[in-house]
């Protein structure tokens, strides 16, 4: 799943993560029986928003017994029978609603060996987004699904745990005007059974988990392909197929990339992709029958902006390398489920990278990487790898360790191993679980055997250990360095439990592409260094880690900055802003860094530096005067930089393109720069008005500009255009906007669409996040949470409860603070118990940063 993978929420994934212990009880069925294959009969009533099922499971009993326990939830049964030698016996049930389980009870025992369960059920079409539920557009209902991780059990009895693999065989029973799309392709489609209606049958699957399954219903359309001789369909309600033909093209670059890569052929018949008009997540890799949020699938390719075709690129690539490692192969059960979602997080940049180099993505994943670390570096974390039994624990899982951190250390691996090798170990892995289950040791295990490496040991460190080494660095002297390693801490204060060592592979930058890699174990160790002109411990920014030079080697590093590549300068930036946070560096050295990267040619570095400056100008600077400081020096040190671009033009490649974005962001947004804010908002309503007249790239940050100067009538328009437009994109974009006001009046009106019930759930949190995070409009709108929680937790599905908490963690104040913990406490937000852990860190930090740094910042002004 890829959860809110979009760049517009990806930093909603840095959540809720925490070493904390729970007591919930575990959920886990008995394990005495196993299915083997479900025979499933579907007939869902729109209008009604409810479903009748038949299922025939054929399950082995491994031991006699007189009851069988699987799950089920929102289900309501009418007979089960249990077919044993020819005969027929029926089956009471009992319904465990806290454990989502049903016991289905025999008068007499089963025997050991094969047997089937019939089972005659119905259940409802909910709204929650989960399960089988309703989405709706103007026009009509559809019936759709979402079963990771723990709601197959909503639409049918099933063992849905990722260990329990079956084949299913699947039949939907639909009105004529409508289609059914399921995992497999149609093998027929037969009239009734009752006037107005028709069947379709699907092929019968691979061994699959539950959570896999989909069924979606209502009147697609679709735009075909294919790739390797296999069908690739992208699908949409009928009033935005057109915007699916990129999609596709997307689609069919990638099968033939993963077929050549992985060695193993794309495992399906067919490969649709359907956009659904309500879906939580960014998208679910359900086994051949990819579902997405509209934003994540449809784009006018004529008129996107280079972020919106990345982005789908991504997300596509992210969902289709499911297909492999998490669909043919699973993990065997949730605390592993970085197997799934940090191997597609590792993997979805690089068939996209060899579609469109100009789009510079290796940058991009260095920048994820930097935040990844900075994630890590919080005191509330945890390990990859985690305890998780409850369906609110396992939700939770969904985090940025399991997608950020383990895709950030497979690429440290592989850039460490050697790319080649590497992928012959991800084959022999894939090939030795083929269609079954796996643990992390099984892939560590394989790639120690095909390198000769210690992979296995680097591997466990990082998955077994939370947090992150820094690595102090001694002057290098004679083709050798000293390194000592301890954990890492942004905050100061905070200390370790005990000491910790990993074994990390530190790769030397050389004067050759790439680098020389030692792997330090140990708190302590001599390392050797390649002879070069200077010293740089991070070769391809890559390293899972954060480094520490003496001051003679740093100031050589900043000297050579442009000796560096883009990757290992974001490194470099991350490093310094990091040691800042931690107190071992001033906020001074960081903006003379800043500043030496100004006339950088990659959006990614300057990206990086600006985000920084904007987190001092945030969270360090406390006076107005000192914020006027702040600005006067962003405009002074980037509007040249930007000027000396030009006018944009059609014709400027697309890293001239993000740069220029980014520079007048710094300018306009940060800088407040009044040239470039006019500037912006003529942009703006041209773009508005004609979305082809303008360069989409630089007009999405314009808008942004715009709204944050913007008054009631500017608000109305984008409002408007979020009801009304029928591009996703730009209708996505109107809408997040609208948190971007800063009059109060227009905050208030944020708010009250967002819990209007006009606003898409999946959305809602959203809208009221972005008003969390605003400096200027933080304080009014936690008031307006405190005031309106029943209306603001009836917005809330599963997943967006957590990012709403975890954004009470931008205040900076013990006030503030108190209040968030003491609200929180007694209104209780679903698989958010660790994203509240985090809120308050985030907090604490805040103000320690401000207590240790606002001097530093007076004396910096000041010249001193």
């Not at 050549?260 to 067919?270: A, E, L, R, S, V």
């Not at 890492?488 to 680098?515: D, H, M, R």
């Not at 997943?799 to 908490?805: H, I, K, P, S």
């Not at 852990?837 to 740094?853: T, V």
């Amino acid at each position: 799943m890829s959860a809110c993978t979009s760049r517009l929420l990806r930093g909603a994934l840095l959540f809720a993560t925490a070493t904390v212990t729970f007591s919930a009880f575990a959920q886990r069925i008995p394990d005495n029986v196993i299915p083997e294959h479900y025979a499933l009969s579907l007939t869902p009533d729109l209008k009604a928003a409810t479903f009748l099922g038949s299922e025939k499971i054929d399950v082995l009993v491994k031991q006699p017994t007189d009851a069988i326990t699987l799950n089920a939830a929102e289900i309501k049964f009418q007979s089960v029978t249990a077919k044993v030698d020819g005969k027929e016996l029926k089956a009471d049930v009992t319904l465990d609603d806290a454990k989502e389980q049903a016991t289905f009870h025999f008068a007499k025992t089963l025997p050991a060996g094969r047997i089937t369960l019939a089972v005659e059920y119905s259940g409802i079409l909910n709204g929650q987004l989960r399960g089988f539920y309703l989405s709706k557009t103007a026009k009509r209902n559809y019936a759709v699904t979402q079963f990771e991780p723990t709601d197959a059990r909503r639409a049918f009895p099933s063992f849905d745990e990722p260990g329990y693999k079956a084949t299913f065989d699947v039949s939907i029973t639909v009105d004529k005007g409508d289609t059914a799309i399921s995992n497999t392709n149609v093998i027929a489609d037969t009239p009734g059974p009752i006037v107005g209606e028709h069947t379709l049958h699907f092929a019968t699957t691979p061994k699959m988990s539950t959570y896999l399954v989909a069924f979606l219903v209502g009147d697609f359309q679709c735009t075909s392909g294919e790739s390797d001789g296999v069908p690739i369909r992208a699908c949409a309600t009928p009033d935005k197929v057109q915007y699916t033909k990129f999609a596709v093209k997307s689609a069919e670059y990638v099968l033939h990339y993963y077929d050549t890569y992985f060695g193993i052929k794309y495992p399906m018949p067919k490969l649709d992709m359907i956009a659904l008009p309500d879906f939580e997540a960014g998208a679910m890799e359900n086994f051949g029958a990819i579902t997405y949020r509209e934003t994540d699938l449809l784009i006018d390719e004529n008129t996107a902006s280079i972020g919106a075709k990345a982005n789908v690129g991504i997300v596509v690539a992210h969902e289709m390398a499911h297909q492999w490692f998490g669909d043919m192969v699973t993990m065997q059960w949730w605390n592993n489920l970085w197997l799934n979602e940090g191997f597609a997080t590792w993997m979805e940049n690089k068939p996209i990278e060899a579609w469109h180099p100009e789009w510079k993505l290796t940058e991009d994943v260095a920048a994820g990487l930097n935040g990844t670390l900075n994630l890590d570096a919080q005191r509330t974390t945890r390990t990859i790898r985690a305890e998780a039994n409850t369906p609110d624990e396992i939700n939770e899982m969904f985090d940025g360790i399991t997608y950020g951190k383990a895709g950030a250390m497979l690429l440290m691996v592989e850039n460490y191993e050697g790319a080649e090798t590497f992928r012959k170990g991800v084959h022999n892995y894939l090939a030795a679980h083929m269609y079954g289950n796996a643990t992390a040791e099984d892939f560590w295990n394989a790639q120690t055997e095909v390198s000769h490496k210690p992979i296995d040991k680097i591997m466990d460190s990082f998955v077994s250990q939370p947090g992150e080494p820094i690595l102090t660095f001694s002057e290098p002297k004679e083709g050798s360095v000293a390194v000592s390693q301890q954990r890492f801490f942004l905050s100061p204060s905070a200390k370790e439990n005990g000491p910790q060592s990993w074994a990390v592979p530190v790769c030397f930058k050389t004067s050759q592409e790439g680098g020389d890699c030692e792997v330090l174990t140990g708190e302590q160790a001599t390392l050797k260094t390649p002879q070069t002109s200077f010293f740089f411990a991070d070769a391809e920014g890559k390293g899972y880690y954060r480094s520490s030079y003496p001051e003679a080697e740093y100031r050589q590093i900043v000297a050579h900055v442009n000796d560096l590549t883009p990757e290992e300068r974001i490194a470099l930036v991350g490093d310094q802003w990091a040691q800042v946070r931690a107190e071992k560096a001033s906020v001074g050295s960081f903006l003379k860094l800043a500043e030496a990267v100004k006339d950088d040619s990659s959006a990614a570095v300057v990206s990086t530096a600006v985000g920084a400056v904007g987190t001092i100008y945030a969270q360090v600077a406390a006076t107005p005067e000192e914020k006027a400081a702040l600005r006067a020096w962003v405009v002074k040190i980037y509007k040249p930089a930007l000027e000396q671009l030009g006018e944009a033009s059609s014709s400027d490649p697309a890293d001239k393109k993000e740069l220029r974005a980014t520079l007048f962001g710094a300018v306009g947004g940060l800088g407040k720069d009044p040239q470039v804010i006019a500037e912006a908002k003529t942009i703006a309503a041209k773009y508005l008005a004609d979305p082809g007249s303008e360069d989409a790239t630089l007009a999405q940050t314009a808008l942004a500009i715009a709204a944050a100067n913007g008054d009631a009538a500017f608000y109305d328009q984008l409002q408007n255009l979020a009801e009304s437009s029928t591009k996703p994109e730009l209708q996505e974009e109107a809408l997040h906007l609208l948190a971007s006001f800063n009059d109060p009046a227009l905050v208030r009106r944020t708010f009250e669409y967002a819990i209007s019930g006009k606003v898409r759930n999946q959305d809602s949190p959203f809208l009221i996040l972005g008003l969390m995070r605003g400096g200027e409009t933080r304080d009014l709108a936690w008031q307006l949470i405190q005031q309106n929680w029943d209306k603001v937790s009836a917005q809330m599905t599963t997943m967006m409860g957590g990012y709403l908490v975890a954004g009470s963690g931008s205040f900076c104040s013990a006030e503030k603070r108190d209040d968030v913990v003491s609200f929180y406490s007694t209104h209780k937000v679903h698989a958010a118990e660790r994203a509240l852990y985090r809120a308050k860190d985030q907090m604490n930090d805040c103000i320690e940063l401000r207590s240790a740094q606002e001097p530093k910042l007076k004396s910096w002004i000041a010249g001193e």
